[in-house]
Each structure stands twice: as C-alpha cells, then as structure tokens.
C-alpha cells in the first residue's frame, strides 16, 4: 500500500508541518494538539484519541481526546475485550481499519460497539495503531467514524506515514514525564529525616531516598529483596491497595527487631498521585541498640540481655528473672572480661553508643 502511494504537494506540507510540532511536543497534550485537527482533516475522521503509556509502569493509558472519553475512561478495564486492542496489538506500529480487525466479526456484537453505544456514541468505524519503541509500548492512536463509509486505504497511508514520528514523541512525552515525577517525589521525600521509598499500588519502586538502600542491605539479604524491595513489603502494599471490607489496614505499621535493635516502618499513602493511581510512601526509622558497635559483636545472645539488664541498673536477681542469679554473675563476669571492664557502672559508661 505504502509503495503505490505518494504525498499530494497539500498534503506533503501538512505532514512536515505536523512532524515538526511532534518533534517539539513535550506534553500529551501538545502531541494531540499537533495532530488532532489536520489528521482529522486529512483522514476524515469524526474522533480522534491518543493515548500515553504511563511513566510509572502501571498498567493503562492516560487518553487524551475532546469527543470519545466517555468510552474511554475506564478503557484499562476493558481493554482485554476491545478489538482493536486485540488486534493492533498483534501488529505493533501498524495501522489497521476495523474490516481488518474484526476478520469477518459484526461489529455490531462485539464489546467496543457496546460500551460505544452506552457512552452515547455511534461509533461505526475505526482504524487505529499501537506504538512501540525499542523499549515496548509508548501508547496508541485511534480514529473513528460515526458513519458506515470505511475508512480509505490513502487515510490507512497517510497515518501509517506518522506512526513513527508519533511513538517518538510518546516516548518523549514518557521519560520527561518520569523525570520531572521522579524529581517532584524526591522533593517529597527529601524532606522526610529517615530513609524512605515511595512504591506504586503494584508494590515496585518508584523512587527512593539514598539512605534508603544501605539501610535496606543491613536488614535484608538479597533473596529477600526484589529490585531493591522487600518481598513482603510488596505483599503488604498490594494488599492495602485493594481498599476493600477485606483490606488489613494494620499492615501500614511493621515493627522488626534483631539483635537488640529495631527497625519501624510505615506504608502511607502519598500526597501524590500518579495516573490517578495511589502511591505508597514507606518511611523508615531505626533504633540503634545502645550498645558501641564492637562491643555488641563480643557479645552472645544471653549476655546481650543481661547486658541490657546492667544498662537499665537492674539487680543481678532483677535480671535473672525466674533463671539462676549465679548464672548472671557469670555472664556478668564474661562481659567484663570481654570488654576489659571492672564494673556496672564502668561497663555502661564506656559501653554507650557515641
């Protein structure tokens, strides 16, 4: 198709028009307004629609478009029933009219004609692509006609002309989305005293705090983590992102102990959003044991608690508890030898954390 055709002089100076407003098109917004009007003119289409992928890596498209966003609005939960996206989806970057889409299917029994008709619409035709890049899905453009005179194979050409240009664009419109995101989240965060991560309602990382990740390797291994999050905290987000009677909200608060020290963390929702979507924000605060660090690795478990015992000035029967007061004065005896003390009050002095 593409091999037998070739622009008219009119049509040649609105497609370098057009691809010079993509090229400095940094918005979904100012990509629709690039293409919407002389497409519309050039295709003969009634609606137009684009879509973005979203930045965050969260499913869906943001959709921009004057005239069919009652069908649109909540196409992520129908997307998987739609035609069109069954079909363009099979053949990325590549522009299809319904005739092909539907391979001998009426149009009138399929779910896109359905929801079309509910939202008041009388959608009849349609041709549309996916756009990917090297790096997958940037988004998607549609165009559609109310009346049942198809689409021509020169408006299925001309459009296919664009398609790259328009997927460049996207990707564009995708990572200055991400970074400018990105920087707004670090604003937020860098704000916070105690490490943080902001994840997304699927749990992966969005953004992080760069004291965030040493603290992370000191309590986790690398079994338990998952591009840098813990596995259960990514369990415990997608849980609280259900938002239903369900829904265990006292999974926001997690409190983790290990060798006298601990660790509180909190799942809170963000003051951003993203795609209309919920944010996690995980803070971190921990509480180191009052014990020097080369002191406390000297130490066993059970001396560990005794010591504990000394730091708050119990007695060797307070500290013992139901356990045998000689065994105390033991592990008393071992601290004191091991740390090159000679008394309580000397141990706990010279012992603190600095």
Known sequence: MGRAMKFLAREQALILELKDRLHGARTLEAIYEAI?????RLCEADHIAIG??????????????DTVQPLLRDYSDWAQDDFVFHAT?????VVLND???????SLEETETFRRSQEAGLNLRRVMASLLFEAQGLKGSIAMYREASRAFSLRAQWLLQQLVPYIAKAMATVQELYAYRFENDLLKVISMEPNPSLVLNVLGRKVVESGTAIPLLAKWFSSHELHDGVPQEWTRRVRELSRFDEGTDFSLQALVMERNGERLEVSFTPSTLLWAGRMLWQVR?????????PEWLRLLTERELEVADGLHKGASNKEIAGKGSVETVKVHVKSI???TGTHSRAEFVARGRRS
Do not use: I, Y
């Not at 973005?52 to 478009?65: E, F, H, I, K, M």
């Not at 989806?89 to 970057?93: F, L």
């Not at 971190?284 to 020097?292: N, Y």
């Open 52 to 65: 973005c992928v979203n930045p965050d890596g969260s499913a869906g498209l943001q959709w921009r478009t």
């Open 89 to 93: 989806v099979v053949q990325p970057n």
């Open 336 to 338: 004191f030898a091991k």
């Open 99 to 105: 005739t092909q889409m539907l391979q001998g299917r």
């Open 284 to 292: 971190m605060k921990e509480h180191s044991h009052w014990l020097r």
């Open 36 to 40: 919407a009007t002389t497409l519309a």
